[in-house]
């Protein structure tokens, strides 16, 4: 199947595609397996590109603190649906005429930091003509992504800290380096008013010895004149 960029975006518009959508719970995708609840996504999925339509339809499974949606998706970039009218900056124009692929998009909040993971599987094409070895290759996918998830739901997470307390903190650190650099300054101002002290004795105790000897060596002088 090929669309104009332009009928991508009227058809997603216009919510011309096939959704979907089907909940099962952890316990029962352990004790059923996977196929039994994906084989009902894989022929609807042949029917809706049999009729040249696009597909978005969504298997979630109920995990009880972070649900996970296995999303298999039609469209022409790797963007999920709600995302269609930001895809015209990938393309020269409207009228460009590109082929239909076949994504697999997962989301939760254990799959990646951004919470959302878009792999595309094949061509709308090439599944209608292989569509049982493409349905294994995606079984596969899903597996794979869903034993993480279990895998990273187990792990400990840390609880978000309160508001209230995320800004009190830094205030108290402000006050305490205010505290510390006034100490810092008196400390010096003292230093260097005993420094000044010491500097302008020093300074008096120089000038008086030179007077001194003036006076000293006029006296002699004298006396030796008086002699003769």
Known sequence: MELTVQ?????VQNQDYDHQEWHVS??????KGLPTYTHEL?????????DNRLAQLQLTVDYPDRPATFTLE??????????ATKIGQ??????????????????SEDINVTGLRIDEMTTTDDY????????ADINDAIFEKNDFLQLEAQKPHEEPVPEAVAKKAPAKQTTTRKTTAKKK?????KKATTTRKRTTTRKTAAAKKPAAKKTTTRRKTTTKKTTK
Do not use: C, M, W
């Open 26 to 31: 952890p316990e029962h995708l352990a004790e």
């Open 90 to 107: 990938f393309f020269q124009s409207e009228d460009e005429t590109v082929p239909v692929r076949l994504y697999l998009i997962v989301e």
């Open 7 to 11: 009928q991508y975006l009227d058809a």
């Open 74 to 83: 039609t469209g022409i970039i790797n963007l999920p649906l709600r995302y």
């Open 128 to 135: 209608l003509k292989q569509f049982t070895e493409t349905n």
């Open 185 to 189: 300054t008196t400390t010096t101002r």
């Open 42 to 50: 894989y022929d609807r999925l042949r029917k809706d590109l049999g």
